[in-house]
T-cell receptor
């Protein structure tokens, strides 16, 4: 079965420091990977995706993610954290079963990022 | 460019009742997916609609049903509500022809008493 693991329930980092939110995946076939962010009482906002190409993917709000096929990981990173980055972050993988275009997203359990001033 | 919109934002129902949630996709999108997000959990896929037909379904009972209209908007219906149906219901839209991201609406928070 396709799955995503986010091993940390919470990540704490001081403002200005680099941050990493970890994600590992298990999928048959080519992995299509996504990161979303959720602020309190809000829906999910798309940050970035990996479909193919460069292993370092750049996304919104200064975030980037590194795809590592050998380690089956897709960690989210940011060089300098902001207090406003504090939110819930979800990694997701597209389930390759089913016809192209009709593939659901399988989400991890989420990691809460807390950036302290 | 309007994003995904959902209505209502909040809803309170009692056990056994029925509820209808509504979603309008992002402009230009033709596929709508519905997810349930229980408190403290990641979203779980319910089903997906394209060309007014259900194309894929997750592990949800048939109390959960949906519909897509010719203008691509969609409804999620839940019958015989249970306490465990209390959750944030998220609608996401995408283009069937692309392998891009799904874009989510703000969600409808359903509380079943």
């Amino acid at each position: 079965a396709q799955s995503v693991a986010q091993p940390e329930d919470q990540v704490n980092v001081a403002e200005g420091n680099p941050l990493t939110v970890k994600c590992t995946y298990s999928v048959s076939g080519n992995p299509y990977l996504f990161w979303y962010v959720q602020y309190p009482n809000r829906g999910l906002q798309f940050l970035l995706k990996y479909i193919t190409g460069d292993n370092l993917v750049k996304g919104s709000y200064g975030f980037e993610a590194e795809f590592n096929k050998s380690q089956t990981s897709f960690h989210l990173k940011k060089p300098s954290a902001l207090v406003s980055d504090s939110a819930l972050y979800f990694c997701a993988v597209r389930d390759p079963r089913g016809a192209t275009g009709f593939q659901k997203l399988v989400f991890g359990t989420g990691t809460r990022l807390l950036v302290s001033p | 460019d309007a994003g995904v919109t959902q209505s209502p934002t909040h809803l309170i129902k009692t056990r056994g009742q029925q509820v209808t949630l509504r979603c309008s996709p992002k402009s230009g999108h033709d596929t709508v997916s519905w997810y349930q997000q229980a408190l403290g959990q990641g979203p779980q896929f319910i089903f997906q609609y394209y060309e007014e037909e259900e194309r894929q379904r997750g592990n949800f009972p048939d109390r959960f049903s949906g519909h897509q209209f010719p203008n691509y908007s969609s409804e999620l219906n839940v019958n015989a509500l249970l306490l465990g149906d209390s959750a944030l219901y998220l609608c996401a839209s995408s283009l069937v022809s692309e392998l891009g991201a799904q874009y989510f609406g703000p969600g409808t928070r359903l509380l079943v008493l």
